[in-house]
């Protein structure tokens, strides 16, 4: 678990460029994905009828909603996000307003899905980590399925992907409650969880380095 910026810090810059490949290690954005941190730490919550903040425990993992582009009359290109249904099971806008939203400005209020602005791979794993420290449980919004789990163009792993080992990975299992709805994980080794960190989960992503070993998440 990570009280102070420093040692968030010296760990992500530990992983590497060769791990982060995209921004996540400038600055702005190892600032940016400690706040997310800090603010998964602490829980979800959820607002009751009478406008009081309750705590929640369920985080959403999952692919975001499809988007569609389309063009105006003038010519000029805009995109919409078409609602989750049964052929393409997603975070959509609805589950977002429903569920509430973590942003890395987020204060009392800690939703369930994660929406930054600045996002990028650390902020997400930031996001899992903190989560995972707060023994959430988590609710996969999409399905778990080899298509959700590697990117056959480009020959890795999906961020869902990077999620689920994570979590399972870090003292949780993957279960189904009830067959007609979605997957959950819940926590069966606190200890294991509350030891987790940017360097455990970099030595467990970096075992799946291929299809094959990728499809085993398929029997967690």
Same mark, same amino acid.
């Given at each position: 678990?990570?009280?102070?910026?420093?040692?968030?810090?010296?760990?992500?810059?530990?992983?590497?460029? =060769?791990?982060?490949?995209?921004?996540?290690?400038?600055?702005?954005?190892?600032?940016?994905?400690?706040?997310?941190?800090?603010?998964? /730490?602490?829980?979800?919550t959820? $607002?009751?009828? =009478?406008?009081?903040?309750?705590?929640?425990?369920?985080?959403?993992?999952? !692919?975001?909603?499809? !988007?569609v582009?389309?063009?105006?009359?003038?010519?000029?290109?805009?995109?919409?996000? +078409?609602?989750? =249904?049964?052929?393409?099971?997603?975070?959509?806008?609805? $589950?977002?307003?429903?569920?509430?939203?973590?942003?890395?400005?987020?204060?009392?209020?800690?939703?369930?899905?994660?929406?930054?602005?600045?996002?990028?791979?650390?902020?997400?794993?930031?996001?899992?980590?903190?989560?995972?420290? &707060?023994?959430?449980?988590?609710?996969?919004?999409?399905?778990?399925?080899?298509?959700?789990?590697?990117? @056959?163009? $480009?020959? !890795?792993?999906?961020?869902? &992907?990077?999620?689920?080992?994570?979590?399972?990975?870090?003292?949780?299992?993957?279960?189904?409650?009830?067959? /007609?709805? @979605?997957?959950?994980?819940?926590?069966i080794? /606190?200890?294991?969880? $509350?030891?987790?960190?940017?360097?455990?989960?970099?030595?467990?992503?970096?075992?799946? +380095?291929? !299809?094959?070993?990728?499809?085993?998440?398929?029997?967690t």
């Open positions: 678990m990570y009280e102070l910026f420093d040692e968030f810090k010296l760990d992500a810059l530990n992983c590497g460029t =060769d791990y982060y490949s995209d921004a996540s290690l400038k600055p702005q954005n190892i600032d940016n994905a400690f706040k997310i941190y800090q603010h998964a /730490k602490n829980g979800t959820l $607002m009751d009828v =009478d406008g009081n903040t309750i705590a929640f425990g369920v985080t959403i993992v999952g !692919r975001l909603a499809l !988007r582009n389309t063009s105006k009359d003038n010519g000029e290109e805009e995109y919409t996000w +078409v609602p989750s =249904d049964e052929s393409f099971p997603s975070i959509d806008e609805i $589950m977002k307003e429903n569920l509430g939203i973590l942003t890395e400005e987020s204060a009392d209020k800690s939703g369930s899905i994660l929406n930054s602005k600045n996002w990028s791979l650390l902020a997400n794993d930031a996001w899992l980590l903190g989560s995972i420290h &707060a023994v959430t449980e988590f609710h996969f919004a999409s399905p778990i399925s080899l298509s959700n789990l590697w990117d @056959e163009n $480009m020959k !890795r792993i999906t961020v869902t &992907a990077r999620e689920i080992i994570g979590i399972t990975e870090h003292g949780y299992q993957i279960c189904r409650p009830n067959p /007609k709805l @979605e997957s959950v994980a819940i926590c080794d /606190k200890n294991k969880a $509350m030891a987790a960190s940017l360097i455990t989960y970099k030595a467990y992503v970096n075992r799946y +380095v291929n !299809r094959h070993i990728v499809s085993t998440l398929l029997r």
